[in-house]
Protein backbone atom coordinates (compact mmCIF):
# COMPACT_ATOMS: atom_id res chain seq x y z
CA UNK A 1 0.00 0.00 0.00
CA UNK A 2 1.14 3.67 -0.85
CA UNK A 3 0.41 6.25 1.06
CA UNK A 4 0.94 9.70 -0.06
CA UNK A 5 2.32 12.15 3.18
CA UNK A 6 2.61 15.83 2.34
CA UNK A 7 4.61 18.50 4.67
CA UNK A 8 3.47 21.93 4.93
CA UNK A 9 4.42 24.55 7.02
CA UNK A 10 2.96 28.34 7.22
CA UNK A 11 -0.29 28.88 6.28
CA UNK A 12 -1.34 32.46 5.40
CA UNK A 13 -1.98 34.99 3.36
CA UNK A 14 1.08 36.43 0.95
CA UNK A 15 1.28 39.64 2.74
CA UNK A 16 1.52 38.43 5.85
CA UNK A 17 3.55 35.20 5.49
CA UNK A 18 5.61 35.92 3.01
CA UNK A 19 6.61 32.94 0.63
CA UNK A 20 9.11 31.49 2.49
CA UNK A 21 7.58 27.81 4.10
CA UNK A 22 4.18 29.44 2.82
CA UNK A 23 1.07 28.56 1.18
CA UNK A 24 -1.83 30.49 1.05
CA UNK A 25 -5.10 28.81 2.46
CA UNK A 26 -7.24 28.15 -0.67
CA UNK A 27 -4.29 26.61 -2.19
CA UNK A 28 -4.25 24.77 0.72
CA UNK A 29 -8.02 23.67 0.58
CA UNK A 30 -7.80 22.75 -2.84
CA UNK A 31 -5.16 20.35 -2.18
CA UNK A 32 -7.37 18.37 0.33
CA UNK A 33 -10.62 19.07 -2.35
CA UNK A 34 -8.32 17.26 -4.59
CA UNK A 35 -7.83 13.69 -2.73
CA UNK A 36 -11.27 14.46 -0.87
CA UNK A 37 -13.16 14.20 -4.74
CA UNK A 38 -11.03 10.95 -5.40
CA UNK A 39 -12.17 9.15 -2.45
CA UNK A 40 -9.31 9.58 -0.28
CA UNK A 41 -9.77 9.28 3.65
CA UNK A 42 -7.46 11.70 5.86
CA UNK A 43 -5.98 10.41 8.56
CA UNK A 44 -3.40 12.19 11.16
CA UNK A 45 0.10 10.68 11.27
CA UNK A 46 -0.42 8.55 14.77
CA UNK A 47 -3.34 6.86 13.09
CA UNK A 48 -1.42 5.59 9.97
CA UNK A 49 -1.83 2.14 8.67
CA UNK A 50 -0.81 0.56 6.32
CA UNK A 51 -2.90 -2.29 6.28
CA UNK A 52 -5.58 -0.18 5.74
CA UNK A 53 -8.04 -0.56 3.15
CA UNK A 54 -8.69 2.16 0.64
CA UNK A 55 -6.89 5.09 -0.15
CA UNK A 56 -5.32 7.25 2.43
CA UNK A 57 -3.92 10.10 2.63
CA UNK A 58 -1.82 12.38 5.62
CA UNK A 59 -1.01 15.90 5.70
CA UNK A 60 1.02 17.29 8.02
CA UNK A 61 2.37 20.92 9.36
CA UNK A 62 5.62 20.98 10.63
CA UNK A 63 6.55 23.74 13.50
CA UNK A 64 2.99 25.00 14.35
CA UNK A 65 3.38 28.09 13.24
CA UNK A 66 0.28 30.60 14.28
CA UNK A 67 -0.84 30.52 11.20
CA UNK A 68 -0.68 27.22 11.09
CA UNK A 69 -3.30 27.05 13.48
CA UNK A 70 -5.36 29.49 12.26
CA UNK A 71 -5.61 30.38 8.78
CA UNK A 72 -4.84 26.24 8.10
CA UNK A 73 -7.25 25.39 10.27
CA UNK A 74 -10.00 27.28 9.26
CA UNK A 75 -9.08 26.00 5.47
CA UNK A 76 -9.26 21.77 6.55
CA UNK A 77 -12.05 22.70 8.86
CA UNK A 78 -13.99 23.87 5.89
CA UNK A 79 -13.37 20.61 4.21
CA UNK A 80 -13.89 18.85 6.83
CA UNK A 81 -10.37 17.00 6.78
CA UNK A 82 -7.79 16.13 9.73
CA UNK A 83 -4.33 16.44 10.02
CA UNK A 84 -1.32 16.39 12.06
CA UNK A 85 0.73 19.67 13.42
CA UNK A 86 4.00 19.09 14.88
CA UNK A 87 4.84 21.83 18.06
CA UNK A 88 8.48 22.22 19.67
CA UNK A 89 7.83 21.85 23.27
CA UNK A 90 10.01 24.45 24.43
CA UNK A 91 8.82 26.70 22.54
CA UNK A 92 5.14 27.15 22.28
CA UNK A 93 3.82 30.50 22.06
CA UNK A 94 7.18 31.77 20.93
CA UNK A 95 9.21 32.43 17.53
CA UNK A 96 10.71 30.09 15.18
CA UNK A 97 14.39 31.12 16.14
CA UNK A 98 15.70 28.80 13.93
CA UNK A 99 14.48 30.83 10.98
CA UNK A 100 16.71 33.63 11.84
CA UNK A 101 15.69 37.23 10.80
CA UNK A 102 12.54 35.54 9.24
CA UNK A 103 10.97 34.02 12.67
CA UNK A 104 7.64 34.02 12.89
CA UNK A 105 5.39 33.69 15.89
CA UNK A 106 4.38 29.96 17.11
CA UNK A 107 0.97 28.91 18.38
CA UNK A 108 0.65 29.28 22.07
CA UNK A 109 -1.16 26.41 23.94
CA UNK A 110 -4.36 27.37 23.72
CA UNK A 111 -4.73 27.28 20.17
CA UNK A 112 -3.08 24.17 19.94
CA UNK A 113 -5.54 22.87 23.30
CA UNK A 114 -8.41 23.88 20.51
CA UNK A 115 -6.89 21.87 17.40
CA UNK A 116 -6.63 18.98 19.58
CA UNK A 117 -9.94 18.80 20.31
CA UNK A 118 -11.59 19.60 17.06
CA UNK A 119 -9.99 16.25 16.18
CA UNK A 120 -6.17 17.35 14.93
CA UNK A 121 -2.94 15.70 16.28
CA UNK A 122 -0.64 17.89 18.07
CA UNK A 123 2.74 15.44 16.94
CA UNK A 124 5.63 16.13 18.80
CA UNK A 125 9.01 17.82 17.15
CA UNK A 126 11.41 17.57 19.86
CA UNK A 127 12.42 20.15 23.01
CA UNK A 128 14.59 22.36 20.89
CA UNK A 129 14.48 21.89 16.81
CA UNK A 130 17.93 20.27 16.76
CA UNK A 131 19.63 18.52 13.58
CA UNK A 132 19.07 14.76 15.18
CA UNK A 133 21.84 13.73 11.87
CA UNK A 134 24.51 15.54 14.53
CA UNK A 135 23.05 13.83 17.50
CA UNK A 136 23.65 10.24 19.18
CA UNK A 137 20.39 7.85 19.88
CA UNK A 138 20.84 8.70 23.32
CA UNK A 139 20.31 12.47 23.17
CA UNK A 140 18.00 11.82 20.57
CA UNK A 141 15.92 9.57 22.76
CA UNK A 142 16.47 12.41 25.34
CA UNK A 143 14.83 14.93 22.79
CA UNK A 144 11.74 12.80 21.82
CA UNK A 145 10.81 11.47 25.33
CA UNK A 146 11.13 15.19 27.15
CA UNK A 147 8.87 16.70 24.71
CA UNK A 148 6.71 14.26 24.88
CA UNK A 149 6.46 14.33 28.76
CA UNK A 150 6.49 18.41 28.56
CA UNK A 151 3.24 17.77 26.15
CA UNK A 152 1.32 15.12 28.26
CA UNK A 153 2.10 17.51 31.21
CA UNK A 154 -0.01 20.82 28.68
CA UNK A 155 -3.06 17.90 28.08
CA UNK A 156 -1.52 17.31 24.66
CA UNK A 157 -1.47 13.64 23.50
CA UNK A 158 1.20 13.31 20.85
CA UNK A 159 0.88 10.19 18.85
CA UNK A 160 3.97 10.35 16.08
CA UNK A 161 7.04 12.26 15.95
CA UNK A 162 8.96 14.55 13.32
CA UNK A 163 12.37 14.75 12.48
CA UNK A 164 12.99 18.67 12.26
CA UNK A 165 14.18 19.32 9.04
CA UNK A 166 13.89 16.12 8.22
CA UNK A 167 17.36 15.06 9.20
CA UNK A 168 18.41 12.06 10.51
CA UNK A 169 20.97 9.38 11.15
CA UNK A 170 21.00 5.66 11.48
CA UNK A 171 20.62 5.96 14.92
CA UNK A 172 17.11 7.89 14.52
CA UNK A 173 14.69 4.95 14.00
CA UNK A 174 16.00 3.17 17.08
CA UNK A 175 15.28 6.57 19.20
CA UNK A 176 12.37 6.89 18.16
CA UNK A 177 11.28 3.01 18.62
CA UNK A 178 13.00 3.67 22.08
CA UNK A 179 11.13 6.51 23.09
CA UNK A 180 7.45 4.50 22.03
CA UNK A 181 6.48 6.31 18.98
CA UNK A 182 5.13 3.67 16.20
CA UNK A 183 5.47 6.56 13.88
CA UNK A 184 8.43 9.40 12.90
CA UNK A 185 8.52 10.99 9.31
CA UNK A 186 11.17 12.42 7.66
CA UNK A 187 11.55 14.58 4.36
CA UNK A 188 11.87 12.80 1.44
CA UNK A 189 10.51 12.81 -2.40
CA UNK A 190 7.95 9.76 -3.01
CA UNK A 191 4.80 8.36 -1.79
CA UNK A 192 5.40 6.40 1.77
CA UNK A 193 4.96 2.47 1.26
CA UNK A 194 4.71 -0.51 3.86
CA UNK A 195 8.08 -1.33 2.73
CA UNK A 196 9.29 1.81 4.31
CA UNK A 197 10.50 1.93 8.47
CA UNK A 198 7.73 3.58 10.27
CA UNK A 199 9.56 5.00 12.10
CA UNK A 200 11.25 7.29 9.25
CA UNK A 201 8.21 7.51 6.70
CA UNK A 202 9.10 9.82 4.01
CA UNK A 203 6.93 13.02 3.29
CA UNK A 204 6.75 15.20 0.00
CA UNK A 205 7.48 18.69 0.80
CA UNK A 206 4.98 21.58 -0.59
CA UNK A 207 6.36 25.00 -1.05
CA UNK A 208 4.37 28.50 -1.82
CA UNK A 209 4.70 28.11 -5.62
CA UNK A 210 3.43 24.53 -5.80
CA UNK A 211 -0.28 25.34 -7.33
CA UNK A 212 -2.65 22.32 -7.38
CA UNK A 213 -1.17 20.78 -10.84
CA UNK A 214 2.41 21.00 -9.51
CA UNK A 215 1.53 18.85 -6.40
CA UNK A 216 -0.08 16.46 -8.24
CA UNK A 217 3.63 16.26 -10.02
CA UNK A 218 5.51 16.45 -6.79
CA UNK A 219 3.67 13.83 -5.19
CA UNK A 220 2.21 11.30 -8.60
CA UNK A 221 4.69 11.72 -11.17
CA UNK A 222 8.20 13.19 -10.32
CA UNK A 223 8.84 9.82 -8.10
CA UNK A 224 8.53 8.09 -10.85
CA UNK A 225 10.04 9.49 -14.11
CA UNK A 226 13.38 7.84 -15.16
Not at 24 to 31: G, W
Not at 97 to 120: C, H, M, T, Y
Not at 183 to 195: D, M, P, Q, W
Request: proline residues 6%; positive net charge; charged residues 25%.
Amino acid sequence: MRIPILCYHKVGPEQEEGRFLNIEPERLASHARFFKRRGYRFVRAADLDFGSQGKTVCLTFDDAYTSTLTYGLQALQKEGVTATIYAVSSLIGKTSEWDGDRARPLADLKLLLSAQDAGFEIGNHSVSHPKFAELGQEDQARQITEAHEAFLSMGLKPGSFCFPYGSHNQASGHAVEKAGYRIGVILGTRIATEKDNPRLLPRVPIAFSHALPMMIYRVFIRPYLP
